[in-house]
């Protein structure tokens, strides 16, 4: 099992950029893919990105990419997200979320660990 704890988020002005971590702790984390995943309010959860166990790979979905980056350091079990270029459909409460041994991306995946979210707003 792992657990997982979310900081960084906040009130931004739209085109700024906020950073994002999720902390680890529990079993290896090495042995687990790691995404973010959103949700506004009256909409779905929906999927942002994730990383693979290595870090080698990264996934994202079309509206974040080329403005989100995805990284982790798996020696300070730590993901980031780096979010720039940030927009008002941006706003949501970001979630970190983890599964063991999946070797692709998140997207098409509901994972199994999850921490308690973090707001970002962006205001227009």
């Known amino acids: 099992q792992v657990q997982l704890v979310e900081s960084g988020g906040g009130l931004v002005q739209a085109g700024g950029f906020l950073r994002l971590s999720c902390a680890a702790s529990g079993r290896t984390f090495s042995d687990y893919a790691v995404g973010w995943f959103r949700q506004a309010p009256g909409k779905e959860r929906e999927f942002v990105a994730s990383?693979?166990?290595?870090?080698?790979?990264?996934y994202y979905a079309d509206p974040v990419k080329g403005r989100f980056t995805i990284s982790r350091d798996n020696t300070k079990n730590t993901v980031i997200l780096q979010m720039n270029l940030l927009k008002p459909e941006d706003t949501a409460v970001y979630y970190c979320?983890?599964?063991?041994?999946?070797?692709?991306?998140?997207?098409?995946?509901?994972?199994?660990?999850w921490g308690q979210g973090t707001q970002v707003t962006v205001s227009s």
């Open positions: 990383v693979s166990r290595s870090g080698g790979s990264t």
């Open positions: 979320a983890a599964e063991p041994r999946l070797l692709s991306t998140m997207a098409r995946t509901t994972p199994t660990y």
